[in-house]
């Protein structure tokens, strides 16, 4: 597993499982850099930024970051 991704003090999950969680993890990441630069344009859903920060805040319970 990647340095960065520190799992908070009482979470615990197999080394396989971690790594498949920090993918889904590094995904949002970018997913939410794609979002804030989408919303700036009227077109796009502006339920997507609530749905990508919703697994941010996710992710944050698990992860140090």
Known sequence: MNEIWTLKEGVTMSPETTA?????ACALKSLSAYTSMACE?????????????????????????
Not at 42 to 59: N, T
């Open 20 to 24: 498949e969680v920090v993918k889904m």
């Open 41 to 65: 344009d009227e077109g796009a859903p502006s339920d997507l930024q609530v749905l990508v920060d919703e697994g941010l805040d996710a992710m944050q319970k698990i992860f140090e970051w």
